[in-house]
């Protein structure tokens, strides 16, 4: 028994080193680049390339049912802080192709949070992030989930857990979901094929509020 503690102790720490060796060079937004960010249109554009891929202003314009000289001067507002790129060797003059580089981001600066400045873009931007989710979610329950073929609707999953946790219990199992998403999206990113579709993955583990402190 002992031996099987251990055992799954090193486990964890091997988990936690591969994950945090994974996230090394994940960016962490700035101020500039929080600011850049924190329009409801930009957040969308980012999104969208984000879950598609590359897009144009053309294309994008058609998708939020904007004018295309409107998207692209949040391309370029994007672009000016790094937040997108330019697809090399595709596209014209006339229609630059845009994307999302690789790569993790965090919207969590312990620096930006300093500012008002810094502050009001952060929540800014991930209110618009998180209603952006929750509407997909809130679709798909509506609509999709009854509507898609069979094997979609199997292979999907809405879940919801409590547990009652200590903080590093918290930290460990964050770790382990992280890695699995981690090497899902590593092994099926650039993924193409008549059955492949754009899929969301969430997962959330946060602490509750206790009984009577909700707002």
């Excluded at 209110?127 to 989930?145: A, D, K, T, V, Y």
């Excluded at 770790?175 to 650039?190: F, G, L, P, S, T």
């Amino acid at each position: 028994m002992d031996e099987e503690i251990r055992e799954e102790g090193r486990d964890d720490a091997e988990t936690e080193s591969a994950l945090l060796a994974h996230h090394r060079d994940d960016r962490v937004l700035d101020t500039g680049a929080l600011r850049a960010l924190a329009h409801p249109m930009r957040v969308r554009i980012y999104d969208i390339l984000s879950q598609y891929g590359p897009q144009t202003a053309s294309s994008l314009a058609e998708r939020l049912g904007e004018s295309t000289g409107s998207t692209s001067y949040h391309l370029r507002a994007l672009a000016k802080h790094d937040l997108i790129e330019e697809v090399e060797g595709r596209g014209n003059a006339r229609e630059r192709w845009w994307q999302r580089p690789v790569g993790g981001v965090s919207f969590a600066n312990p620096d930006a949070m300093k500012s008002p400045a810094g502050r009001a873009a952060t929540q800014l931007v991930m209110n618009e992030f998180f209603h952006l989710r929750q509407e997909q979610l809130m679709r798909f329950i509506q609509g999709g989930l009854m509507s898609e073929d069979p094997e979609w609707q199997e292979s999907s999953m809405i879940s919801t857990a409590h547990a009652r946790l200590t903080p590093a219990q918290s930290a460990e199992l964050s770790h382990k979901i992280m890695a699995v998403i981690d090497e899902a999206v590593e092994k099926h990113r650039n993924q193409t094929g008549d059955d492949v579709r754009p899929v969301t993955i969430r997962a959330d583990v946060f602490p509750l509020p206790e009984l009577g402190e909700e707002s």
